[in-house]
């Protein structure tokens, strides 16, 4: 009967030991490269610096295997934004707040061989917006497509719709993935590509 109860005590603080272990492991932040495997392996890539989270594949494609599958839809602006809007209304890889990026924000994707051009040129926004001043476009001859191929596998060599422009000039602003160019007079009926971007 001792023995027993002795065995019982000895289990019973095997298995303590062991959830204590478990719990102190829940605290420890996996590690960059754990992380950098975790995100490959979803349709969802995080900005480090920024804490944006952006879809992998533009809208029309699928995450499928690492890679963006199918064809990327060519929508006009207002198609683009209720498309956005349809991803939060089923909450898209577990997320409803997804929206078109800002011309910053999707400017900051391009990736240049030998970087961006010193030149810059500003951007008039909406009257109640203060207007952005970004580089213009890659510095000499470069890779395509002009984005980190590795976080945004098999985007298409054309324009994507950003979130910003003029409604007072109907004019809209769209990146070029094919040579880093911003279009700054996008017509809204012009189509475009579309890749969503969320908040932290």
Same mark, same amino acid.
């Given at each position: 009967?001792?023995?027993?109860?002795?065995?019982?005590?000895?289990?019973?603080?095997?298995? =303590?030991?062991? =959830?204590?272990?478990?719990?102190?492991?829940?605290? %420890?932040?996996?590690?960059?490269?754990?992380?950098?495997?975790?995100?490959?392996?979803?349709? &969802?890539?995080?900005?480090?610096? @920024?804490?944006?989270?952006?879809?992998?594949?533009?809208?029309? $494609?699928?995450? %499928?295997?690492? #890679?963006?599958?199918?064809?990327?839809? =060519?929508?006009?602006?207002?198609?683009?934004?209720? #498309?956005?809007? =349809?991803?939060? @209304?089923?909450?898209?890889?577990?997320?409803?707040?997804?929206?078109?990026?800002?011309?910053? +924000?999707?400017?900051?994707?391009?990736?240049?061989?030998?970087?961006?051009?010193? +030149?810059?040129?500003?951007?008039?926004?909406?009257?109640?917006?203060?207007?952005?001043?970004?580089?213009?476009?890659?510095?000499? +001859?470069?890779?395509?497509? @002009?984005?980190?191929?590795?976080?945004?596998?098999?985007?298409?060599?054309?324009?994507?719709?950003?979130?910003?422009?003029?409604?007072?000039? $109907?004019?809209?602003?769209?990146?070029?993935?094919?040579?880093?160019?911003?279009? $700054?007079?996008?017509?809204? +009926?012009?189509?475009?590509? &579309?890749?969503?971007?969320?908040? #932290?």
């Amino acid at each position: 009967m001792k023995k027993s109860m002795l065995a019982r005590d000895g289990k019973w603080k095997a298995a =303590a030991l062991a =959830a204590v272990a478990l719990l102190a492991g829940c605290d %420890q932040a996996a590690s960059p490269k754990e992380q950098a495997s975790a995100q490959a392996s979803t349709a &969802v890539v995080v900005d480090a610096a @920024t804490g944006l989270r952006w879809l992998r594949c533009a809208l029309g $494609q699928t995450w %499928q295997g690492g #890679r963006c599958v199918g064809e990327a839809e =060519a929508l006009s602006l207002m198609d683009a934004q209720e #498309r956005v809007q =349809a991803l939060n @209304t089923k909450g898209h890889e577990g997320i409803s707040q997804w929206r078109l990026p800002t011309i910053v +924000e999707l400017a900051a994707l391009r990736r240049c061989d030998h970087g961006l051009v010193d +030149e810059t040129f500003t951007l008039e926004l909406s009257p109640e917006r203060e207007p952005v001043t970004v580089p213009r476009w890659c510095a000499r +001859e470069t890779s395509v497509p @002009t984005i980190d191929s590795a976080r945004f596998p098999d985007t298409p060599l054309r324009k994507f719709w950003s979130g910003s422009g003029s409604e007072a000039a $109907q004019h809209f602003y769209a990146v070029d993935f094919s040579n880093a160019w911003i279009g $700054q007079n996008e017509a809204a +009926e012009a189509t475009h590509a &579309v890749r969503p971007v969320a908040d #932290r």
